[in-house]
């Protein structure tokens, strides 16, 4: 089926004139037509846009051109701004949004062919780790347990994403990873995911929740997928004063490298209590599997992991208090008049943001108030600059770190919902990079005894996101994942 | 001369310290590419940036950078090499993002001192505290609809410079100069246009008052003031009114005052309790700006001579007066008109005329230097005219005014009404005779010692002269004629 076709085997066979851009398109628009009612996994669907991109990207290919992802139709996270395409956060606040402007990541993934399917749910503002705080309803992960119809979680906030990813009904999305946004919904749905390294992506027309962990990355079926795209993604953007100036390599050329005396370290500081067996055993197989392909595994220290949450959930919701703060109702977004300028904004953010969006306001609005400042805002940034000399430190001795993406495979829906910070647990693991800008990776790497995917996480040294691609698709290909979820196109069990 | 309000049982003394806000002369905003010229149709100097739109990141605008630069080195003050934007958060409907890009931290330019100059002739160093870069808020205009305001966001995001002074100043005429000497500076460098008119510059008027020797008391903070005589005005007037407060009683309260022009009186705008809570905090859209020293010596080097230095040249050069000196540098176009005016002639008689002839006639014909109804050039010309003894300085003062009316070269005004200086000894000797002749009485009382007489010949002889009478021969034919017996 042409919608099981990964990004690579699909430029191949567009290239080898198999089967048209507009063939492949229509696919994934007829499996959206029949799955998303039930995955809810995009919030708007860009049909003839889709159409008219693919058939921009056949004419191409007659010319005999193809584009880096000409012709791949792609899901975006509903959090880029899409020129003439609402673009709504996943939030009543922009519910009618229509941006007249597109994200510069968006852009060059249309300057290299890809084919827009549509704009993919997640938590309302990127805040959540279930896409359970979606405005617009939850996604349904593909993946069911076994013998079991309870509706899982995708993961968040880039839910959506990963559950259209999962269920073939895209190639391949965008995501956007602030605390573990990518590489847990990734690993909640059995594919890969990568957040780069903080600046490698450009986060011009990217929705913010917290701007100096905000980072715009790939997600597909394939370790070498998310190479591809990100090489479309990635460059600097003078319109971005945080992207990094650096030449854009060819990560796909990675995947395969060999892994002959990469040295590999396994942080103890990542044995969370009451983590499942199955997934210490998990990241056990992954150790061996990176010693099969001539990795050297070494014991590190990440001293200051255990006040990564901690200090993630200070500065992520200070820097989101100010960065919403300008949904206020006057110049776009949802209004609701009042006799005064104070009522209209209390009662257009009252209206216009869900609970966790609110409750992170808050948290971010207290940790920079007069008197508390120091004691939580600053205190926080010294312990980032403690957990980044942690990464520095461990990658003196070795080129990346292998850990698991997430505490736990995915869960029900109404599970962990009656406790935030319950909830965000689930970060616990994909935090400490957000916060050091580090690059890491999840790569699907086996199954838990109810039948559900776990990811393995790759971190690695700023900017090597190369080394990540070639230890993800070693593991990749050790695990040989190979089984799929229970709703996917075409089929559903 | 001190400056101190009459107390109970001691005087008072004025403690005043400015922030004045002064907006950049730029192309383009602080952060944005949207055009930072004043005026526009409303909301039509606009970018995305500007109006908060989701995703939009601000850029920093290296022009605005360099400006803050050089004002710093103008104001003789620390450049910081690393800087910081933070954002002050709050919300208003004229400021879109819900924060302001600020300094808070690390400014870019640190301390630094300017010297003003009283109206005795005394001077004195005013200290700079620091200068930071940050944006501008939009308008809110109230007065175009019955039950809503409309916002107008040209003036969003347009940079500005916040120019902190140390409590120095004692009186309101020391803020005064202080203010406008500030102005001379930023107007000299070009960093911005200091018209105050147009709110492009303005200033925030910190005042408390102290028996001398006091400890620092409790102050008011002014906002907005707009011109130097409010500010005069609103120090005296908040100054008298925490003296009536204290020695009533009562304490003074900080808080936020509004100065009302009208009433001549301020009032209160908001107390500390009110206050906003900014939460400052580094804005992540923006690493530290770090800048080079060698860029900071490059915009050294391409500064303009500033007002002191080119008073002092003034002095050392041109052998004027140090008070003409500083009334002719406080606006670069008149140093400059004078620069021209006194090239190769007599510098001295240069000023003189400048600050004397050329200034009444800018005064009465309500012209300002830069559209001078008589050019450099010509007044020039016109006291060439004199030095080379070709018209007398009686005529020179007809022919300057006939300039004024008609913009007429003054050679060509001479050769017209043939006012050429008459230095013919044969002529002077002649008009001698003549009023000599004429005022027999006169001479009679002149011999019998009337010495003062001397004066009402000369007048006499240049009168018939029709006042081309080179006035040295007059005077020196008169003295031998007087001399001789009759």
């Not at chain 1, 899901?75 to 709504?88: A, N, P, S, Y």
Request: charged fraction near 25%; hydrophobic fraction near 40%.
């Amino acid at each position: 089926m042409l919608t099981d076709l990964s990004i690579a085997d699909g430029l191949r066979g567009l290239r080898g004139k198999e089967f048209s851009a507009v063939e492949l398109t229509t696919a994934h628009l007829d499996a959206i037509a029949a799955l998303n009612p039930r995955l809810n996994a995009y919030l708007t669907v860009t049909a003839e846009a889709a159409l008219r991109g693919a058939g921009a990207a056949d004419a191409a290919l007659a010319r005999g051109e193809q584009a880096p992802l000409g012709g791949i139709p792609l899901g975006i996270k509903d959090l880029f701004c899409t020129e003439g395409v609402r673009t709504t956060a996943a939030s009543r606040m922009l519910e009618n949004f229509v941006p007249p402007y597109e994200s510069t990541v968006t852009r060059q993934l249309l300057r290299d062919g890809a084919v827009f399917l549509g704009k993919t749910n997640l938590d309302e503002f990127a805040m959540g780790s279930s896409n359970t705080n979606s405005a617009f309803g939850p996604v349904e992960n593909p993946w069911h347990r076994t013998g079991d119809d309870a509706v899982l979680v995708p993961g968040g906030s880039s839910g959506g994403s990963a559950a259209a990813v999962a269920a073939r009904i895209a190639m391949g999305a965008t995501g956007t990873d602030t605390g573990g946004s990518i590489r847990q919904p990734a690993s909640f749905c059995g594919i890969a995911g990568i957040k780069p390294t903080y600046g490698r992506c450009s986060r011009w027309g990217v929705v913010a929740f917290a701007s100096s962990l905000d980072q715009p990355g790939p997600m597909a079926r394939t370790v070498e997928d998310c190479a591809i795209m990100l090489r479309s993604m990635a460059g600097y953007d003078a319109r971005d004063s945080t992207s990094v100036d650096r030449p854009v390599p060819d990560y796909a050329a990675a995947c395969g490298r060999s892994l002959k005396g990469v040295r590999v370290g396994i942080p103890r500081e990542y044995r969370a209590d009451g983590m499942p067996s199955e997934i210490e055993a998990l990241w056990q197989q992954g150790i061996s599997w990176l010693r099969d392909a001539g990795c050297e595994i070494v014991d590190v220290s990440l001293p200051h992991t255990q006040y990564g949450l901690a200090t993630y959930y200070i500065v992520a919701p200070a820097e989101c208090s100010s960065n919403l703060a300008r949904y206020d109702g006057i110049r776009y977004g949802r209004r609701v008049e009042a006799p005064t300028l104070d009522g209209l904004y209390e009662a257009s953010r009252e209206a216009g943001f869900g609970a966790e969006v609110k409750r992170r306001i808050l948290i971010g609005t207290y940790v920079l108030s007069s008197g508390y400042y120091d004691a939580y805002y600053l205190r926080a940034q010294k312990v980032r600059s403690l957990i980044l000399r942690d990464f520095t430190e461990a990658y003196r001795t070795v080129d990346a770190l292998l850990t698991p993406t997430a505490p736990s495979a995915a869960f029900a829906l109404g599970e962990n919902m009656d406790d935030p910070i319950k909830m965000y647990l689930n970060d616990i693991f994909t935090v400490p990079a957000s916060m050091a800008g580090m690059p890491g990776l999840s790569v699907p790497a086996g199954l838990d005894h109810q039948g559900l995917p776990l990811g393995l996480q790759l971190l690695g040294r700023p900017f090597d996101e190369e080394t990540l691609f070639a230890l993800g698709s070693a593991i990749e290909q050790a695990a040989d994942f190979r089984r799929l979820p229970s709703v996917t196109a075409g089929r559903v069990r | 001369m001190s400056y101190l309000l009459e107390g109970r049982d001691a005087p008072w003394e004025v403690v005043i310290g400015l922030e004045v806000h002064a907006q950049v002369i730029s192309q383009s905003k602080l952060f944005s590419g949207a055009s930072a010229t004043y005026g526009g149709e409303p909301n039509t100097h606009v970018s995305l940036v500007d109006a908060g739109f989701p995703g939009m990141l601000p850029v920093i605008n290296r022009e605005c950078v360099a400006q803050a630069v050089r004002t710093g080195l103008g104001l003789n003050a620390r450049i910081n090499l690393e800087s910081r934007f933070d954002r002050k958060n709050y919300f208003y409907a004229d400021l879109p993002t819900g924060y302001q890009i600020s300094q808070f931290a690390q400014p870019i330019v640190g301390s630094g001192v300017i010297e003003i100059e009283l109206a005795d002739g005394s001077t004195r160093e005013i200290g700079i505290t620091r200068l930071h870069l940050e944006q501008d808020a939009g308008k809110s205009l109230h007065d175009q609809h019955q039950t809503q305001s409309f916002i107008d966001l040209n003036r969003a995001g347009v940079g500005l410079m916040e120019i902190v002074s140390e409590p120095d100043m004692r009186s309101p005429e020391e803020a005064g100069a202080y203010v406008r000497k500030l102005r001379t500076i930023l107007r000299y460098l070009g960093t911005c246009d200091g018209n105050m008119e147009e709110g492009s510059m303005r200033a925030d008027v910190n005042v408390s008052v102290r028996h001398s020797g006091e400890p620092f008391r409790t102050r008011c903070e002014i906002k907005n003031v707009n011109s130097v005589r409010y500010v005069m005005q609103a120090i005296e007037a908040e100054a008298r009114r925490q003296v009536q407060v204290w020695e009533a009683g009562g304490t003074v309260d900080q808080e936020t005052r509004l100065f009302d022009p009208a009433r001549g009186e301020t009032r209160s705008l908001r107390s500390k309790e009110d206050a906003h809570d900014y939460r400052y905090f580094p804005d992540p859209d923006l690493l530290p700006l770090v800048i080079d020293e060698g860029w900071v010596a490059d915009l050294k080097a391409g500064l303009p001579e500033l007002p002191d230095a080119k008073r002092s040249r003034f002095v050392s050069e041109y052998g004027i007066p140090r008070y003409d000196a500083g009334v002719l540098v406080a606006e670069q176009a008149t140093a400059d008109f004078y620069e021209t005016v006194a090239a190769g002639g007599d510098p001295r008689l240069a000023a003189n005329w400048v600050t004397g002839d050329l200034f009444a006639a800018l005064n009465r014909t309500g012209r300002t230097i830069a559209d001078s109804p008589v050019s450099a050039q010509a007044m020039r010309e016109l006291l060439g005219l004199m030095v080379d003894q070709t018209i007398n300085g009686r005529i020179a003062k007809d022919v300057f005014e006939e300039m004024v009316e008609t913009g007429e070269p003054p050679a060509a005004i001479v050769e017209r009404r043939g006012l050429r200086q008459v230095t013919d000894t044969g002529a002077i000797d002649a008009a001698v005779e003549a009023v000599l002749a004429a005022n027999a009485d006169k001479l009679a009382e002149y011999r019998s010692g009337k010495d003062k007489l001397f004066g009402f010949f000369v007048g006499q002889v240049m009168k018939g002269m029709g006042g081309k009478g080179n006035p040295a021969l007059v005077n020196e034919a008169l003295r031998q004629r007087l001399a001789r017996s009759p």
